[in-house]
Protein backbone atom coordinates (compact mmCIF):
# COMPACT_ATOMS: atom_id res chain seq x y z
CA UNK A 1 0.00 0.00 0.00
CA UNK A 2 2.45 2.88 0.63
CA UNK A 3 5.37 1.55 -1.90
CA UNK A 4 5.70 3.94 -4.22
CA UNK A 5 4.91 1.96 -7.87
CA UNK A 6 1.81 3.00 -9.76
CA UNK A 7 -0.17 -0.31 -9.58
CA UNK A 8 -2.96 0.03 -12.18
CA UNK A 9 -4.00 -3.81 -11.41
CA UNK A 10 -5.00 -3.31 -7.84
CA UNK A 11 -6.69 -0.07 -8.37
CA UNK A 12 -9.23 -1.49 -10.82
CA UNK A 13 -9.69 -4.65 -8.73
CA UNK A 14 -10.96 -1.60 -6.10
CA UNK A 15 -13.20 -0.08 -8.46
CA UNK A 16 -14.57 -3.67 -9.42
CA UNK A 17 -15.20 -4.45 -5.78
CA UNK A 18 -16.30 -1.43 -4.79
CA UNK A 19 -17.97 0.55 -7.66
CA UNK A 20 -18.51 -1.68 -10.91
CA UNK A 21 -20.18 -5.02 -9.11
CA UNK A 22 -23.03 -2.75 -6.66
CA UNK A 23 -23.59 -0.09 -9.16
CA UNK A 24 -24.68 -3.10 -11.69
CA UNK A 25 -26.38 -4.60 -9.26
CA UNK A 26 -28.28 -1.77 -7.97
CA UNK A 27 -28.63 -0.65 -11.31
CA UNK A 28 -30.31 -3.94 -12.40
CA UNK A 29 -32.82 -3.95 -9.68
CA UNK A 30 -33.77 0.64 -10.41
CA UNK A 31 -34.25 -1.65 -13.73
CA UNK A 32 -36.72 -3.86 -12.54
CA UNK A 33 -38.25 -1.04 -10.95
CA UNK A 34 -38.30 1.67 -13.54
CA UNK A 35 -39.61 -1.22 -15.80
CA UNK A 36 -42.64 -1.40 -13.71
CA UNK A 37 -43.12 2.34 -13.40
CA UNK A 38 -43.39 2.30 -16.98
CA UNK A 39 -45.66 -0.23 -17.79
CA UNK A 40 -47.99 1.59 -15.83
CA UNK A 41 -47.28 4.59 -17.21
CA UNK A 42 -47.77 2.88 -20.83
CA UNK A 43 -50.70 1.07 -20.25
CA UNK A 44 -52.65 3.13 -17.43
CA UNK A 45 -51.68 6.52 -18.11
CA UNK A 46 -50.47 7.49 -14.49
CA UNK A 47 -46.81 7.72 -12.72
CA UNK A 48 -47.86 5.06 -9.88
CA UNK A 49 -45.76 6.58 -6.77
CA UNK A 50 -46.73 3.09 -5.22
CA UNK A 51 -43.60 1.12 -6.82
CA UNK A 52 -41.60 1.35 -3.75
CA UNK A 53 -44.07 0.62 -1.24
CA UNK A 54 -45.25 -2.26 -3.51
CA UNK A 55 -41.53 -3.68 -3.85
CA UNK A 56 -41.63 -3.72 -0.14
CA UNK A 57 -44.52 -5.61 0.06
CA UNK A 58 -43.61 -8.04 -2.47
CA UNK A 59 -40.05 -8.14 0.00
CA UNK A 60 -42.50 -8.84 2.81
CA UNK A 61 -44.62 -11.79 1.33
CA UNK A 62 -41.12 -13.35 0.12
CA UNK A 63 -39.49 -12.48 4.30
CA UNK A 64 -42.25 -14.27 5.19
CA UNK A 65 -42.51 -17.55 2.84
CA UNK A 66 -38.99 -17.81 3.26
CA UNK A 67 -39.53 -17.82 7.16
CA UNK A 68 -41.98 -20.26 7.20
CA UNK A 69 -39.50 -22.52 4.56
CA UNK A 70 -36.93 -22.07 6.77
CA UNK A 71 -38.89 -22.96 9.50
CA UNK A 72 -40.03 -26.29 7.92
CA UNK A 73 -36.58 -27.41 7.57
CA UNK A 74 -37.74 -26.68 3.76
CA UNK A 75 -34.52 -25.47 1.96
CA UNK A 76 -31.78 -26.40 -0.20
CA UNK A 77 -28.36 -25.89 0.65
CA UNK A 78 -26.42 -23.28 -0.78
CA UNK A 79 -29.41 -21.54 -3.01
CA UNK A 80 -30.99 -18.87 -0.55
CA UNK A 81 -34.40 -20.20 -0.01
CA UNK A 82 -35.79 -16.11 -0.68
CA UNK A 83 -35.31 -17.07 -4.44
CA UNK A 84 -37.53 -21.03 -3.92
CA UNK A 85 -40.58 -18.78 -2.57
CA UNK A 86 -40.24 -15.87 -5.34
CA UNK A 87 -43.28 -17.07 -7.48
CA UNK A 88 -45.35 -17.69 -4.65
CA UNK A 89 -44.68 -14.14 -4.11
CA UNK A 90 -45.15 -13.00 -7.36
CA UNK A 91 -48.86 -14.58 -6.71
CA UNK A 92 -49.77 -12.35 -3.76
CA UNK A 93 -48.07 -9.14 -4.74
CA UNK A 94 -49.90 -9.31 -8.13
CA UNK A 95 -53.03 -10.02 -6.38
CA UNK A 96 -52.41 -7.48 -4.05
CA UNK A 97 -52.19 -5.29 -7.17
CA UNK A 98 -55.14 -6.34 -8.75
CA UNK A 99 -57.20 -5.41 -5.64
CA UNK A 100 -56.00 -1.97 -5.60
CA UNK A 101 -56.64 -1.83 -9.20
CA UNK A 102 -60.13 -2.74 -8.50
CA UNK A 103 -60.94 -0.97 -5.72
CA UNK A 104 -58.93 2.49 -6.27
CA UNK A 105 -57.63 3.13 -9.97
CA UNK A 106 -60.24 1.27 -11.96
CA UNK A 107 -62.83 3.81 -10.62
CA UNK A 108 -61.00 6.71 -11.45
CA UNK A 109 -60.28 5.01 -15.18
CA UNK A 110 -64.32 4.81 -15.33
CA UNK A 111 -64.54 8.29 -14.80
CA UNK A 112 -61.87 9.47 -17.44
CA UNK A 113 -60.27 10.80 -14.58
CA UNK A 114 -57.10 13.20 -15.41
CA UNK A 115 -53.78 11.89 -14.84
CA UNK A 116 -53.22 13.82 -11.64
CA UNK A 117 -55.67 12.77 -10.19
CA UNK A 118 -54.91 8.94 -10.36
CA UNK A 119 -51.61 9.84 -9.31
CA UNK A 120 -52.88 11.41 -5.96
CA UNK A 121 -54.76 8.04 -5.47
CA UNK A 122 -51.73 6.06 -6.01
CA UNK A 123 -49.87 8.23 -3.11
CA UNK A 124 -52.82 6.75 -1.17
CA UNK A 125 -52.10 3.15 -2.05
CA UNK A 126 -48.56 4.20 -1.33
CA UNK A 127 -48.99 5.19 2.05
CA UNK A 128 -51.65 2.13 2.88
CA UNK A 129 -49.00 -0.27 1.43
CA UNK A 130 -46.39 0.96 3.41
CA UNK A 131 -48.36 1.15 6.61
CA UNK A 132 -49.51 -2.41 5.64
CA UNK A 133 -45.74 -3.45 5.49
CA UNK A 134 -44.69 -1.55 9.13
CA UNK A 135 -47.77 -3.06 10.68
CA UNK A 136 -46.93 -6.69 9.44
CA UNK A 137 -43.24 -7.21 9.80
CA UNK A 138 -42.06 -3.41 11.97
CA UNK A 139 -40.70 -1.05 10.93
CA UNK A 140 -36.97 -2.08 11.44
CA UNK A 141 -34.41 -3.15 9.30
CA UNK A 142 -34.43 -7.25 8.57
CA UNK A 143 -32.21 -9.50 6.47
CA UNK A 144 -33.37 -12.52 4.95
CA UNK A 145 -30.66 -13.96 3.16
CA UNK A 146 -29.35 -17.61 3.84
CA UNK A 147 -27.58 -20.25 1.73
CA UNK A 148 -24.12 -19.44 0.13
CA UNK A 149 -23.18 -15.87 0.86
CA UNK A 150 -20.29 -15.61 -2.16
CA UNK A 151 -19.97 -16.77 -5.21
CA UNK A 152 -16.15 -15.97 -4.20
CA UNK A 153 -14.72 -14.55 -1.55
CA UNK A 154 -11.88 -11.68 -1.09
CA UNK A 155 -9.60 -14.39 0.33
CA UNK A 156 -10.68 -17.07 -2.60
CA UNK A 157 -10.01 -14.41 -5.06
CA UNK A 158 -6.75 -13.01 -3.60
CA UNK A 159 -5.91 -16.72 -2.97
CA UNK A 160 -6.20 -17.33 -6.76
CA UNK A 161 -5.25 -14.00 -8.65
CA UNK A 162 -2.04 -12.98 -6.22
CA UNK A 163 -3.54 -9.29 -5.81
CA UNK A 164 -3.39 -7.62 -3.30
CA UNK A 165 -6.61 -6.04 -3.65
CA UNK A 166 -9.48 -8.70 -3.40
CA UNK A 167 -12.93 -8.76 -5.48
CA UNK A 168 -15.62 -10.51 -3.87
CA UNK A 169 -18.90 -11.35 -5.52
CA UNK A 170 -21.89 -11.74 -3.67
CA UNK A 171 -24.60 -14.45 -4.79
CA UNK A 172 -27.17 -11.60 -4.46
CA UNK A 173 -25.40 -9.31 -6.75
CA UNK A 174 -24.59 -12.56 -9.34
CA UNK A 175 -28.67 -13.52 -8.53
CA UNK A 176 -29.37 -9.74 -8.99
CA UNK A 177 -27.44 -9.16 -12.70
CA UNK A 178 -28.41 -12.41 -13.82
CA UNK A 179 -32.32 -12.58 -13.09
CA UNK A 180 -32.64 -8.67 -14.24
CA UNK A 181 -30.88 -9.59 -17.34
CA UNK A 182 -33.39 -12.56 -18.19
CA UNK A 183 -36.78 -10.55 -16.78
CA UNK A 184 -35.17 -7.63 -18.64
CA UNK A 185 -35.52 -10.18 -21.53
CA UNK A 186 -38.52 -11.60 -21.29
CA UNK A 187 -40.55 -8.71 -20.57
CA UNK A 188 -39.22 -7.24 -24.42
CA UNK A 189 -39.70 -10.62 -25.45
CA UNK A 190 -43.47 -10.47 -24.33
CA UNK A 191 -43.87 -7.45 -25.50
CA UNK A 192 -42.69 -7.02 -29.35
CA UNK A 193 -42.79 -11.00 -30.13
CA UNK A 194 -45.56 -12.20 -28.37
CA UNK A 195 -49.94 -11.25 -29.42
CA UNK A 196 -50.83 -10.60 -26.16
CA UNK A 197 -47.86 -8.58 -25.37
CA UNK A 198 -48.61 -6.76 -29.10
CA UNK A 199 -51.86 -6.06 -27.86
CA UNK A 200 -50.57 -4.18 -24.81
CA UNK A 201 -48.52 -2.04 -26.91
CA UNK A 202 -50.79 -1.43 -29.11
CA UNK A 203 -53.59 -0.87 -26.03
CA UNK A 204 -50.90 1.72 -24.85
CA UNK A 205 -50.61 3.44 -28.14
CA UNK A 206 -54.34 3.91 -28.88
CA UNK A 207 -57.13 2.86 -26.73
CA UNK A 208 -59.68 3.24 -28.60
CA UNK A 209 -58.40 1.82 -31.54
CA UNK A 210 -57.85 -1.03 -29.64
CA UNK A 211 -61.37 -1.27 -28.57
CA UNK A 212 -62.11 -1.18 -31.88
CA UNK A 213 -59.83 -4.19 -32.61
CA UNK A 214 -61.54 -6.25 -30.18
CA UNK A 215 -58.76 -5.90 -27.89
CA UNK A 216 -60.00 -6.02 -24.10
CA UNK A 217 -59.50 -3.30 -22.29
CA UNK A 218 -59.76 -4.83 -18.96
CA UNK A 219 -57.90 -7.84 -19.82
CA UNK A 220 -55.03 -5.59 -20.98
CA UNK A 221 -55.11 -3.71 -17.60
CA UNK A 222 -54.22 -7.06 -15.63
CA UNK A 223 -51.81 -8.89 -17.63
CA UNK A 224 -50.03 -5.13 -16.78
CA UNK A 225 -50.48 -5.53 -13.24
CA UNK A 226 -49.25 -9.43 -13.52
CA UNK A 227 -46.24 -8.37 -15.24
CA UNK A 228 -45.72 -5.38 -12.63
CA UNK A 229 -46.19 -7.73 -9.68
CA UNK A 230 -43.61 -9.82 -11.03
CA UNK A 231 -40.96 -6.93 -11.92
CA UNK A 232 -41.39 -5.91 -8.19
CA UNK A 233 -41.51 -8.44 -6.52
CA UNK A 234 -38.53 -9.80 -8.10
CA UNK A 235 -36.49 -6.04 -7.85
CA UNK A 236 -37.64 -6.31 -4.13
CA UNK A 237 -36.12 -9.41 -3.09
CA UNK A 238 -33.40 -8.80 -5.15
CA UNK A 239 -32.36 -5.06 -3.37
CA UNK A 240 -33.38 -7.10 -0.26
CA UNK A 241 -30.82 -10.04 -0.34
CA UNK A 242 -28.53 -7.33 -1.74
CA UNK A 243 -29.12 -4.84 1.38
CA UNK A 244 -31.01 -5.98 3.87
CA UNK A 245 -34.42 -4.74 4.06
CA UNK A 246 -36.20 -1.71 5.74
CA UNK A 247 -39.09 -0.67 4.74
CA UNK A 248 -38.08 3.81 4.78
CA UNK A 249 -35.80 2.41 2.69
CA UNK A 250 -37.69 0.53 0.05
CA UNK A 251 -40.25 3.56 0.25
CA UNK A 252 -37.19 6.14 -0.60
CA UNK A 253 -35.80 3.88 -3.48
CA UNK A 254 -39.02 5.47 -5.24
CA UNK A 255 -36.67 8.86 -6.37
CA UNK A 256 -33.98 6.96 -7.77
CA UNK A 257 -36.60 4.49 -9.49
CA UNK A 258 -38.53 7.77 -11.37
CA UNK A 259 -35.43 9.83 -12.05
CA UNK A 260 -34.59 6.68 -14.03
CA UNK A 261 -37.46 6.87 -15.95
CA UNK A 262 -37.21 10.31 -16.67
CA UNK A 263 -34.02 10.41 -17.70
CA UNK A 264 -34.42 7.26 -20.38
CA UNK A 265 -37.62 8.92 -20.94
CA UNK A 266 -41.19 8.54 -19.77
CA UNK A 267 -42.80 5.15 -20.86
CA UNK A 268 -39.80 4.03 -23.11
CA UNK A 269 -38.82 0.80 -21.72
CA UNK A 270 -35.23 0.62 -23.01
CA UNK A 271 -35.16 4.34 -21.76
CA UNK A 272 -35.94 3.05 -18.22
CA UNK A 273 -33.28 0.18 -17.81
CA UNK A 274 -30.55 2.85 -19.25
CA UNK A 275 -31.67 5.75 -16.71
CA UNK A 276 -31.58 2.86 -13.95
CA UNK A 277 -27.73 2.10 -14.56
CA UNK A 278 -27.52 5.98 -15.29
CA UNK A 279 -28.78 6.65 -12.03
CA UNK A 280 -27.16 3.88 -10.12
CA UNK A 281 -23.29 4.36 -11.41
CA UNK A 282 -23.93 8.27 -10.54
CA UNK A 283 -24.69 7.49 -7.17
CA UNK A 284 -22.05 5.00 -6.23
CA UNK A 285 -19.48 7.16 -8.66
CA UNK A 286 -20.00 10.16 -6.67
CA UNK A 287 -20.30 9.41 -3.47
CA UNK A 288 -17.15 6.89 -3.39
CA UNK A 289 -14.16 7.95 -1.62
CA UNK A 290 -11.33 7.36 -4.02
CA UNK A 291 -8.51 7.83 -1.28
CA UNK A 292 -7.23 3.92 -1.57
CA UNK A 293 -7.46 4.33 -5.66
CA UNK A 294 -5.71 7.44 -6.22
CA UNK A 295 -3.13 5.62 -3.66
CA UNK A 296 -2.68 2.80 -6.49
CA UNK A 297 -2.39 5.09 -9.34
CA UNK A 298 -0.09 8.05 -8.27
CA UNK A 299 3.44 8.48 -6.81
CA UNK A 300 4.00 8.63 -3.28
CA UNK A 301 4.61 12.36 -3.36
CA UNK A 302 0.89 12.62 -4.55
CA UNK A 303 -0.82 11.00 -2.34
CA UNK A 304 -4.15 12.37 -1.38
CA UNK A 305 -4.40 12.90 2.13
CA UNK A 306 -8.46 13.32 2.40
CA UNK A 307 -10.50 10.81 1.38
CA UNK A 308 -11.00 12.25 -1.73
CA UNK A 309 -14.89 11.92 -2.10
CA UNK A 310 -17.10 14.06 -4.08
CA UNK A 311 -20.38 13.85 -2.05
CA UNK A 312 -21.34 12.10 1.50
CA UNK A 313 -22.91 9.34 1.06
CA UNK A 314 -25.76 10.54 3.14
CA UNK A 315 -26.76 13.24 0.02
CA UNK A 316 -27.07 9.93 -2.28
CA UNK A 317 -30.55 10.62 -2.89
CA UNK A 318 -29.75 14.16 -3.58
CA UNK A 319 -27.94 12.39 -6.86
CA UNK A 320 -31.20 11.27 -7.73
CA UNK A 321 -32.97 14.95 -7.41
CA UNK A 322 -29.93 16.59 -9.61
CA UNK A 323 -30.24 14.67 -11.99
CA UNK A 324 -33.85 14.96 -12.62
CA UNK A 325 -33.34 18.54 -12.58
CA UNK A 326 -30.99 18.37 -14.87
CA UNK A 327 -33.01 16.28 -17.30
CA UNK A 328 -36.13 18.14 -17.54
CA UNK A 329 -34.14 21.75 -17.98
CA UNK A 330 -32.23 20.19 -20.33
CA UNK A 331 -33.92 17.33 -22.16
CA UNK A 332 -37.52 16.93 -20.80
CA UNK A 333 -38.57 14.14 -23.54
CA UNK A 334 -35.22 11.84 -22.14
CA UNK A 335 -32.62 10.30 -23.70
CA UNK A 336 -34.87 8.01 -25.76
CA UNK A 337 -37.46 10.43 -26.60
CA UNK A 338 -39.80 9.39 -24.15
CA UNK A 339 -43.19 11.44 -23.91
CA UNK A 340 -43.34 15.00 -21.80
CA UNK A 341 -46.44 14.32 -19.53
CA UNK A 342 -49.29 16.64 -20.63
CA UNK A 343 -52.81 15.90 -19.31
CA UNK A 344 -55.30 15.06 -22.13
CA UNK B 1 -85.38 -4.73 -44.00
CA UNK B 2 -81.86 -3.54 -44.40
CA UNK B 3 -78.66 -5.47 -44.36
CA UNK B 4 -77.59 -2.77 -41.40
CA UNK B 5 -80.28 -0.59 -39.81
CA UNK B 6 -80.17 2.44 -37.18
CA UNK B 7 -83.73 3.25 -36.81
CA UNK B 8 -84.98 6.81 -35.10
CA UNK B 9 -81.90 7.08 -33.31
CA UNK B 10 -81.81 9.48 -30.18
CA UNK B 11 -78.39 10.19 -28.97
CA UNK B 12 -76.59 12.86 -26.30
CA UNK B 13 -73.33 13.96 -25.12
CA UNK B 14 -74.16 14.82 -21.66
CA UNK B 15 -76.66 16.70 -21.35
CA UNK B 16 -76.47 17.87 -24.59
CA UNK B 17 -78.77 16.23 -27.53
CA UNK B 18 -77.04 15.61 -30.47
CA UNK B 19 -79.08 13.34 -32.65
CA UNK B 20 -83.11 13.68 -33.15
CA UNK B 21 -84.82 9.86 -34.22
CA UNK B 22 -82.23 9.97 -37.59
CA UNK B 23 -82.10 7.04 -39.23
CA UNK B 24 -79.63 5.31 -41.72
CA UNK B 25 -79.33 1.94 -43.84
CA UNK B 26 -77.14 0.37 -45.92
CA UNK B 27 -77.38 -2.85 -48.36
CA UNK B 28 -74.41 -5.90 -48.90
CA UNK B 29 -72.83 -4.15 -51.84
CA UNK B 30 -74.47 -0.81 -51.23
CA UNK B 31 -71.85 2.34 -50.47
CA UNK B 32 -73.84 5.24 -48.40
CA UNK B 33 -72.92 8.55 -47.56
CA UNK B 34 -73.63 10.47 -44.66
CA UNK B 35 -73.09 14.34 -45.51
CA UNK B 36 -73.71 17.28 -43.77
CA UNK B 37 -72.57 20.66 -42.32
CA UNK B 38 -70.30 20.83 -38.71
CA UNK B 39 -71.74 19.40 -36.08
CA UNK B 40 -75.09 17.83 -37.46
CA UNK B 41 -74.27 14.32 -35.84
CA UNK B 42 -72.36 12.93 -39.19
CA UNK B 43 -70.18 11.34 -36.34
CA UNK B 44 -72.18 10.43 -33.72
CA UNK B 45 -74.40 8.41 -35.80
CA UNK B 46 -71.35 6.01 -36.73
CA UNK B 47 -70.18 5.67 -33.16
CA UNK B 48 -73.89 5.09 -32.03
CA UNK B 49 -73.73 2.24 -34.94
CA UNK B 50 -69.79 1.39 -33.03
CA UNK B 51 -71.79 0.80 -29.54
CA UNK B 52 -68.93 3.54 -28.83
CA UNK B 53 -72.28 5.58 -27.25
CA UNK B 54 -75.32 4.54 -26.30
CA UNK B 55 -78.50 5.65 -27.71
CA UNK B 56 -81.32 6.52 -25.51
CA UNK B 57 -83.68 5.27 -27.82
CA UNK B 58 -84.06 3.58 -31.47
CA UNK B 59 -82.37 0.44 -32.73
CA UNK B 60 -79.29 -0.98 -34.02
CA UNK B 61 -80.05 -4.34 -36.41
CA UNK B 62 -77.38 -6.14 -38.27
CA UNK B 63 -79.16 -8.50 -40.71
CA UNK B 64 -82.05 -8.81 -38.93
CA UNK B 65 -80.73 -8.99 -35.57
CA UNK B 66 -81.15 -6.49 -32.57
CA UNK B 67 -77.11 -5.49 -31.55
CA UNK B 68 -78.27 -2.53 -29.65
CA UNK B 69 -76.82 -3.90 -26.57
CA UNK B 70 -74.03 -5.52 -27.75
CA UNK B 71 -70.66 -3.65 -27.31
CA UNK B 72 -68.18 -2.35 -29.50
CA UNK B 73 -66.37 -5.39 -29.52
CA UNK B 74 -69.21 -7.81 -30.02
CA UNK B 75 -70.43 -5.94 -32.40
CA UNK B 76 -66.54 -6.07 -34.16
CA UNK B 77 -66.83 -9.44 -34.28
CA UNK B 78 -70.30 -9.78 -35.75
CA UNK B 79 -68.49 -8.21 -39.00
CA UNK B 80 -68.53 -4.30 -38.38
CA UNK B 81 -65.37 -2.77 -39.19
CA UNK B 82 -64.79 1.05 -37.83
CA UNK B 83 -62.23 3.66 -39.49
CA UNK B 84 -62.02 6.95 -37.53
CA UNK B 85 -61.09 9.85 -38.79
CA UNK B 86 -57.91 10.71 -37.05
CA UNK B 87 -56.07 8.46 -34.55
CA UNK B 88 -56.44 5.46 -36.81
CA UNK B 89 -53.43 3.52 -36.25
CA UNK B 90 -51.21 2.49 -33.73
CA UNK B 91 -48.24 4.78 -33.79
CA UNK B 92 -45.52 3.29 -32.57
CA UNK B 93 -46.24 0.03 -34.00
CA UNK B 94 -45.23 -1.08 -37.41
CA UNK B 95 -47.10 -1.49 -40.33
CA UNK B 96 -47.54 -5.05 -40.35
CA UNK B 97 -48.09 -5.31 -36.15
CA UNK B 98 -50.93 -2.54 -37.39
CA UNK B 99 -52.62 -5.25 -39.72
CA UNK B 100 -52.06 -8.30 -36.83
CA UNK B 101 -53.80 -6.33 -34.33
CA UNK B 102 -56.40 -5.57 -36.59
CA UNK B 103 -57.25 -9.52 -36.67
CA UNK B 104 -56.38 -9.50 -32.80
CA UNK B 105 -59.88 -11.35 -32.63
CA UNK B 106 -59.71 -14.02 -35.41
CA UNK B 107 -58.16 -17.56 -33.99
CA UNK B 108 -57.28 -19.11 -37.48
CA UNK B 109 -54.65 -18.03 -40.03
CA UNK B 110 -54.42 -14.08 -40.53
CA UNK B 111 -51.83 -14.30 -42.88
CA UNK B 112 -53.76 -14.96 -46.18
CA UNK B 113 -55.76 -11.35 -45.15
CA UNK B 114 -52.35 -9.75 -44.87
CA UNK B 115 -51.77 -10.99 -48.04
CA UNK B 116 -54.89 -9.43 -49.33
CA UNK B 117 -54.11 -6.29 -47.84
CA UNK B 118 -50.55 -5.56 -49.24
CA UNK B 119 -52.50 -7.13 -52.57
CA UNK B 120 -54.67 -3.98 -52.08
CA UNK B 121 -51.90 -1.24 -50.70
CA UNK B 122 -48.61 -2.66 -52.82
CA UNK B 123 -46.79 0.22 -51.21
CA UNK B 124 -47.64 -1.32 -47.39
CA UNK B 125 -45.80 -4.44 -48.21
CA UNK B 126 -42.83 -2.26 -48.88
CA UNK B 127 -43.44 -0.66 -45.62
CA UNK B 128 -44.47 -3.24 -43.70
CA UNK B 129 -41.34 -3.09 -41.38
CA UNK B 130 -42.03 1.09 -40.49
CA UNK B 131 -43.31 2.45 -37.98
CA UNK B 132 -47.09 3.76 -38.94
CA UNK B 133 -45.90 7.44 -37.38
CA UNK B 134 -43.16 7.50 -39.56
CA UNK B 135 -45.68 7.29 -43.13
CA UNK B 136 -47.37 9.93 -45.04
CA UNK B 137 -51.21 10.82 -44.22
CA UNK B 138 -52.06 8.40 -47.53
CA UNK B 139 -50.32 5.64 -46.31
CA UNK B 140 -51.37 5.89 -43.15
CA UNK B 141 -55.33 5.98 -43.82
CA UNK B 142 -53.97 2.66 -46.35
CA UNK B 143 -52.67 1.22 -43.11
CA UNK B 144 -56.24 2.33 -41.01
CA UNK B 145 -57.97 0.66 -44.20
CA UNK B 146 -56.14 -2.42 -44.13
CA UNK B 147 -55.84 -2.72 -40.45
CA UNK B 148 -60.05 -2.78 -40.56
CA UNK B 149 -60.31 -4.85 -43.29
CA UNK B 150 -58.25 -7.71 -41.12
CA UNK B 151 -61.74 -8.76 -39.47
CA UNK B 152 -63.10 -9.64 -42.73
CA UNK B 153 -65.81 -6.96 -41.66
CA UNK B 154 -68.80 -7.62 -43.87
CA UNK B 155 -69.57 -3.58 -43.43
CA UNK B 156 -67.44 -1.35 -43.08
CA UNK B 157 -67.80 2.40 -41.54
CA UNK B 158 -65.71 4.96 -42.43
CA UNK B 159 -65.48 8.31 -40.78
CA UNK B 160 -64.34 11.12 -43.06
CA UNK B 161 -61.92 9.33 -44.86
CA UNK B 162 -60.33 11.64 -46.90
CA UNK B 163 -59.64 14.71 -44.67
CA UNK B 164 -56.50 16.31 -44.61
CA UNK B 165 -55.52 14.47 -48.03
CA UNK B 166 -54.42 15.55 -51.32
CA UNK B 167 -56.71 15.69 -54.44
CA UNK B 168 -54.88 12.77 -55.86
CA UNK B 169 -54.93 10.56 -52.60
CA UNK B 170 -58.61 11.48 -52.13
CA UNK B 171 -59.27 9.99 -55.46
CA UNK B 172 -57.59 6.78 -54.76
CA UNK B 173 -58.83 6.35 -51.63
CA UNK B 174 -62.54 6.40 -53.24
CA UNK B 175 -61.40 4.36 -55.90
CA UNK B 176 -60.45 1.65 -53.16
CA UNK B 177 -63.50 1.94 -51.56
CA UNK B 178 -65.40 1.52 -54.72
CA UNK B 179 -63.63 -2.01 -54.84
CA UNK B 180 -64.10 -2.63 -51.52
CA UNK B 181 -68.13 -2.16 -52.47
CA UNK B 182 -67.88 -4.02 -55.32
CA UNK B 183 -66.21 -6.77 -53.25
CA UNK B 184 -69.82 -7.74 -51.78
CA UNK B 185 -68.86 -4.96 -48.55
CA UNK B 186 -71.22 -2.80 -47.37
CA UNK B 187 -69.86 0.80 -46.80
CA UNK B 188 -71.17 3.42 -44.68
CA UNK B 189 -69.26 6.46 -44.88
CA UNK B 190 -69.46 10.58 -43.00
CA UNK B 191 -67.89 12.56 -45.41
CA UNK B 192 -66.81 16.40 -46.00
CA UNK B 193 -66.14 16.58 -49.38
CA UNK B 194 -70.17 16.06 -50.35
CA UNK B 195 -69.85 16.95 -54.01
CA UNK B 196 -67.32 13.61 -54.25
CA UNK B 197 -68.76 11.49 -52.28
CA UNK B 198 -72.33 12.16 -53.25
CA UNK B 199 -71.12 11.02 -56.97
CA UNK B 200 -69.74 7.71 -56.23
CA UNK B 201 -72.42 7.20 -53.57
CA UNK B 202 -75.39 4.26 -54.10
CA UNK B 203 -77.49 6.22 -51.23
CA UNK B 204 -77.18 9.67 -49.47
CA UNK B 205 -78.22 11.25 -46.27
CA UNK B 206 -78.30 14.95 -45.72
CA UNK B 207 -78.14 14.94 -41.60
CA UNK B 208 -78.69 18.49 -40.63
CA UNK B 209 -78.91 19.31 -36.45
CA UNK B 210 -79.20 15.24 -35.77
CA UNK B 211 -82.28 15.06 -37.54
CA UNK B 212 -82.78 13.39 -41.46
CA UNK B 213 -83.10 16.44 -43.96
CA UNK B 214 -82.71 14.82 -47.61
CA UNK B 215 -82.40 10.87 -48.52
CA UNK B 216 -82.06 9.65 -51.59
CA UNK B 217 -79.60 8.06 -54.11
CA UNK B 218 -76.31 9.53 -54.28
CA UNK B 219 -78.00 11.22 -58.24
CA UNK B 220 -81.16 12.74 -56.97
CA UNK B 221 -79.35 14.26 -54.06
CA UNK B 222 -76.72 16.26 -56.01
CA UNK B 223 -79.88 17.28 -58.31
CA UNK B 224 -81.84 18.53 -55.73
CA UNK B 225 -81.93 22.15 -56.15
CA UNK B 226 -82.12 22.52 -52.17
CA UNK B 227 -79.38 20.13 -51.47
CA UNK B 228 -77.59 21.85 -53.85
CA UNK B 229 -77.82 25.82 -52.94
CA UNK B 230 -77.20 24.88 -49.29
CA UNK B 231 -74.95 21.99 -48.92
CA UNK B 232 -73.07 21.86 -52.30
CA UNK B 233 -72.23 25.04 -52.76
CA UNK B 234 -74.36 25.92 -55.79
Known sequence: MTSDSIDIINAFALLTNFVLLPALSYGSQLALGALAVTLVYSVLRFSNFAQGDSMAFGTMIVILLTGFMISRGWTISGIPTALLVIPIAIVFTSMYLLTMDRLIYRHYRKIKAKSITIVMSSIGVMFVTGGIVRFVLGATAQKFEDGERFIFSIREFKAYTGLEQGIAFKTSQFLTITIAFLLVAFVFYFLQKTKTGKAMRAYSDNKELALLSGIDPDKMVQITWLLVGALTTIAGALYGLDKGFAPQQYHLLLLPIFASVIVGGIGSPIGAIAGAFLVAFSEILLTYAYKKFLIYLLPLSMHPSSLVQLIGTEYKYAISFVILVIVLLIKPTGLFKGKVIVDE | ?234
Open chain 2, 1 to 234: MAYLEGKNLVASYGVVPILHECSVEVEKGELAVIVGPNGAGKSTVMRVLLGMLNATSGSVTLDGKDISMLSTQDRISHGLAFVPQTKNVFPSMTVEENLQMGGFIRQDDINETIEEVYALFPILYDKRKQLAEQLSGGQRQQVAFGRAMMTKPSIMLLDEPTAGVSPIVMDEIFSNILDVRNAGMAVLMVEQNAQQALNIADKGYVLVSGRNEHTGTGKELINNPEVRKKFLGG
